[in-house]
């Protein structure tokens, strides 16, 4: 089936730093959004892109969709402790009414 | 009390208990989802309802029941669970299928099989 293939599968960071994760797909997506989930509770939307090429921003969180609409990036600048967590890519594979895939999420760990 | 609400938020149960957990969201959502949350593995959609009506079934095994009395609750009915069931599951709501937007989730359920 369609699958959402999330690189890196972790990162450990120094506080301060930028992180920048991507998301890739062989199936056109028309609609990428990018989630976090802190630990012991459910992932919580951060950006949601829905135009081919279009750049997003939410404070520190940047997000872009791929102008082949097969890919996705999120980059976060001047990371913090709070950055902690999981990032996950999602979409509904083309033609799905609704139904969202997920990638497999990146790691984040932020030093102090 | 606000967005999507999950209880019981840890479960511990034998192979041969049934046990219920419940989803209820008070975001005036018309759709609500089950999904399940394995380590390293994606976010694997059960059932979802719209309108309390069940629009999908993503070949989930019959111990696993759902039900939608209506738009704002949702429960998954536990019954003669496997050890591989263990897991956290995640409910979400949102306005409806193709709505992205406000689509929300629960803090989950950790589930243990024993």
């Known amino acids: 089936g369609q699958q959402l293939n999330q690189s890196p599968q972790s990162m450990f960071i120094q506080e301060g730093e930028d992180v920048s994760m991507n998301c890739t797909s062989s199936?056109?997506?028309?609609?990428w959004l990018w989630y976090k989930q802190d630990p012991g509770e459910g992932p919580v939307l951060l950006i949601a892109?829905?135009?081919?090429?279009e750049l997003t921003s939410n404070g520190r969180l940047t997000a872009q969709f791929g102008i082949t609409r097969k890919d996705s990036f999120l980059n976060i600048s001047a990371s913090i402790p709070s950055d902690v967590g999981i990032y996950f890519c999602?979409?509904?594979?083309?033609?799905?009414?609704?139904?969202?895939?997920f990638g497999k999420g990146t790691k984040l760990s932020v030093k102090p | 009390e606000t967005g999507v609400t999950q209880t019981p938020r840890h479960l511990v149960m034998g192979m041969t208990n049934k046990k219920s957990l419940k989803c209820e969201q008070h975001?005036?959502?018309?759709?609500m989802y089950w999904y399940k949350q394995s380590a390293k593995k994606p976010l694997e959609l059960m059932f979802v309802?719209?309108?309390?009506?069940?629009?999908e079934n993503n070949s989930v095994p019959s111990r696993f029941s759902p039900e939608c009395p209506n738009s704002s609750h949702l429960f998954l009915h536990l019954h003669t669970l496997q050890p591989e069931d263990s897991a956290l599951y995640l409910c979400?709501?949102?306005?409806?299928?193709?709505?992205?937007?406000?689509?929300?989730f629960g803090s989950g359920t950790r589930l243990t099989v024993v």
């Open positions: 975001l005036g959502h018309n759709a």
């Open positions: 999602a979409g509904p594979p083309g033609g799905s009414q609704g139904n969202l895939i």
């Open positions: 892109l829905y135009k081919a090429g």
């Open positions: 199936s056109i997506f028309n609609t």
């Open positions: 979400a709501s949102s306005q409806g299928p193709g709505q992205f937007y406000g689509y929300t």
């Open positions: 309802y719209n309108f309390k009506e069940q629009t």
